[in-house]
């Protein structure tokens, strides 16, 4: 959301405020000890945000006099809700749980307040590489890495097997083997998210292609490979491979796994534990993981995690530096593994037999290592939205795949004033 004008005199107001909050204020009192309240927004999922909210109660039993008050925001809202309140200069969280696009945008609108140098950042150096980097904007760090991700197949073991399939490695194989999936089993071969444009990326990078080239600036979705990519989904679909909906996908793959009626579908390690609730895991080992089927070209899947940021507006920035620290600390993210299977940001807490041996982490790890950098720019989240309307418009049979790469491709240059 941009407000321009508005925009611009509030961004100076937050910087002002966020320099006139520094220093020794803001939550700790001459004494040293930290005091007063920390709104935190928590995004993460309804299978995760109980753990969440007793991690951060913790926090309040190390310093007493601080009151996290803990407020859970469904994903979807998060990113416009907080636009909103920073925009209107009330109503936004001291801490937010920020999602890994996120970060550089809300920097560049002067909604976040930089942590160099600040009690939020701890041990910098333990950080993953490439979890580091999404907090980095313009030479400066906007939030501290607390969860990484990326996408892998999921599969029913019991079906698959049922069926005499393999795990499929590219979707060419899985597209082979629907048909026998559904003579043998009665489920569908693969449940595709075609309301959410972070799992059209598979498809694109298994072509070989990409969404931009930030450092050349040049736009790329509307070459071939964006192409290809939208004809793969399009032909899963229209094969009956794949079942799809327009809206409310989260929740629908995540019922058509537990329930046995799709035999694979695509996610991350956020959903380990709520497929695991289905009546088809009741045996946990039937849940198989494995790397997203590549395409034509090559196989992929995007970067994703989770940052903790802070707001520049906030009246409380060191009892937030000291919460962030917390809570993207060694002790939680080993916490966050042994409960919910997430990958860590810390390379340490990899060492710890219980995160080394948690078999979740054993697949996604490697894949993380190997996973795609999105482009970390500031108009980084608007790029998706035009493939969210390209891929309805392509699975509803409104316009060509052809048609659909171009128009993504015009639109990005409109976002992207100065790219080719």
């Known amino acids: 959301m941009r407000r321009g004008t508005v925009a611009t005199a509030l961004v100076a107001g937050l910087a002002m405020a966020a320099t006139a909050c520094g220093g020794d204020g803001g939550g700790r009192p001459s004494g040293g000890e930290l005091s007063g309240t920390v709104t935190f927004w928590d ?3 309804d299978a995760e945000k109980a753990t969440y909210k007793k991690l951060a109660e913790g926090f309040e039993k190390e310093h007493p006099k601080v009151d996290v008050k803990y407020v859970s925001v469904p994903f979807g809202d998060a990113n416009a809700k907080f636009k909103n ?7 936004a969280p001291d801490v937010m749980r920020t999602e890994v696009a996120w970060v550089a945008d809300f920097a560049n609108l002067g909604y976040l307040a930089p942590l160099d140098d600040t009690p939020a950042l701890d041990d910098t150096g333990d950080y993953l590489p490439q979890a580091l980097g999404s907090t980095r904007f313009k030479d400066k760090t906007y939030a501290a890495p607390q969860v990484t991700d990326t996408l892998g197949l999921f599969y029913n073991k019991r079906l698959l097997k049922q069926a005499g399939v393999e795990v499929p490695k590219t979707f060419a194989e899985l597209a082979a083997a629907a048909e026998q999936i559904k003579d043998k089993t009665g489920a569908t071969a693969l449940y595709l998210r075609g309301d959410d444009p972070y799992w059209f990326l598979p498809y694109l990078y298994g072509e070989g292609g990409n969404m931009v080239d930030a450092r050349d600036k040049i736009v790329e979705i509307d070459d071939d ?3 290809k990519a ?3 989904i ?3 679909v229209d094969s009956k491979a794949a079942v799809t909906d327009a809206t409310d996908g989260q929740e629908n793959q995540l019922k058509a796994l537990k329930d046995g009626s799709v035999a694979m579908a695509v996610s991350g ?6 497929v695991r609730a289905g009546k088809e895991f009741k045996d946990r080992k039937n849940l198989g993981v494995a790397p997203v089927p590549g395409g034509s070209a090559s196989q992929g ?4 995690g989770w940052n903790l940021s802070v707001y520049a507006g906030s009246k409380n920035l060191q009892a937030s530096y000291a919460f962030v620290r917390y809570m993207s600390s060694a002790k939680i993210q080993q916490q966050t593994t042994e409960q919910l299977s997430l990958l860590p940001t810390r390379k340490s807490v990899y060492e710890i037999p219980s995160v080394r041996n948690n078999e979740m982490v054993g697949f996604f790890k490697p894949a993380v290592d190997k996973a795609v950098q999105r482009p970390w720019i500031a108009e980084g989240n608007a790029l998706f939205e035009p493939i969210k309307v390209q891929m309805n418009k392509v699975l509803t049979g409104s316009s060509t795949p052809e048609q659909a790469a171009e128009a993504v491709g015009d639109s990005y240059r409109k976002i992207l004033k100065d790219y080719k």
Do not use: H, M, Y
């Open 43 to 45: 995004t993460s999922n």
């Open 225 to 227: 490979a964006g192409v």
């Open 269 to 274: 390690p956020w959903d380990i534990e709520g």
């Open 234 to 236: 399009k032909g899963l």
């Open 230 to 232: 939208f004809k793969t």
């Open 301 to 304: 899947s995007p970067q994703g």
């Open 85 to 91: 309140a920073a925009g209107g200069g009330a109503g």
